[in-house]
């Protein structure tokens, strides 16, 4: 079975050998590797003309489009009977996909297939450990994360990822995915996500995706608005103690107001006040 993998990339050459390399140099071998340049200014290019690999195909967009649509055109244009998307500094360990297309063909019930992963740092070293969680958690958080391989009936029943979600497009994705077919988490380590400053990650309020992630789960049903409202109160009062801790005081009794309309409980929790009096005080 034939595998696409998508690699959009935006101004990303400081580790894209590194990527490039990973999924080259996987033992399952029959596959293509997409890298969709998004309208980047760096030396991208002389770095992919390093590789004569014939299964590494080239597209551009003139101008960068966003990381919705530089999947969506990478997708579009693969021809394998599996697809998957990887990032320009992430690094697959040499068996991921071997692994995940053996998942696939001995289980025909099952439709997409994610693991879990490490994650690194700015020079490779492994930080963390990230599980992959069941499918039965999607809608609580993304349980998906970085590494996931599934059959090409996902992506044409499924459709586009959309370009108006720039910070939860994958995850809105999966959701959907979600609704229609079965997806197994595989528990072995299969890939290595990596965490620096300029990395999607890096560049992400997390507060803000987390807010965005409960209106999406919202609008599309996954969440009552009880349930709604409990979240959004419980992201306001975690930021307000992150912005107190952050000497960002100044912030703290807007969120704190924010949460308590949500979820009045919040009323009996000391560490609420403690923060509020004090930010006032300053």
Known sequence: MKVSIVMPTYNGARY???????????????????VVIDGSTDNTREIIARYSDERLRVIEHE?????????NTGMAAGIGDLLTWTSDDNLYLPHAIEKMVDILVERPDVDFVYTGYYLIDDSGRITDVVPALGPDRLWEKDVVGACFLYRRAVWEQTGRFSSELRNIEDYEYWLRVSRRFKMQAEPEILYKYREHPLSLTGRLNVFERARECAYMKRSLGGI???????????IDMAEAFESYQGGKTDRVPRLIVSGLKRNPMFVTNRGVWSILVRSLAQ
Request: charged share 25%; hydrophobic share 45%; proline share 0%.
């Open 63 to 71: 101008t960068n489009k966003g990381l919705a649509e530089a999947i």
């Open 16 to 34: 894209l050998g590194s990527a490039l390399e990973s999924c080259l140099g996987q033992t399952w071998s029959d596959l293509e590797l997409i």
């Open 224 to 234: 009552t608005a009880a349930e709604f409202r409990q979240e959004l109160a419980e």
